[in-house]
């Protein structure tokens, strides 16, 4: 038997070269030239995917709020100040959707308008037959 890596003649079975010392369980390895190994990979770290539950529901009911603004303003009230606190929540705790809570920030507002002009006008037409009568 002969050495894997200087070619020097070995007893059979011999686990390393008595000339060299290399092992002779494998062919030594060869090394790659510097420059031309694949790069190293670096793992990503995985994203986190933020939560956009409390923006989705504040747009949504800003726009409920807007569009029962003028017909049915207590509806209007509950909607609109559910969809203030949730957008406000989302946009305080930097959660995912910024514009989505924004937009709902903005519908519950301008819906909450409109439904309170209602009620001052409901209630001073009230307040209005009650004296006539």
Request: aromatic share 6%.
């Amino acid at each position: 038997m002969f050495c894997n890596n200087c070619g020097a003649e070995i007893a059979d079975g011999a686990a390393f070269c008595t000339s060299c010392g290399a092992s002779q369980g494998a062919p030594a390895p060869q090394q790659a030239p510097m420059g031309y190994g694949q790069p190293p990979v670096y793992a990503a770290e995985p994203e986190q995917k933020q939560s956009i539950g409390l923006a989705v529901a504040g747009m949504v009911l800003g726009i409920v709020a807007l569009v029962f603004s003028c017909c049915v303003p207590y509806i209007t009230f509950i909607c609109a100040l559910v969809g203030c606190i949730l957008s406000g929540i989302s946009l305080a705790k930097h959660k995912g959707g910024k514009g989505m809570a924004i937009a709902g920030l903005v519908c519950s507002i301008i819906g909450l308008v409109p439904a309170i002009i209602v009620v001052i006008a409901g209630a001073s037409l009230l307040s209005a037959v009650g004296a006539a009568f």
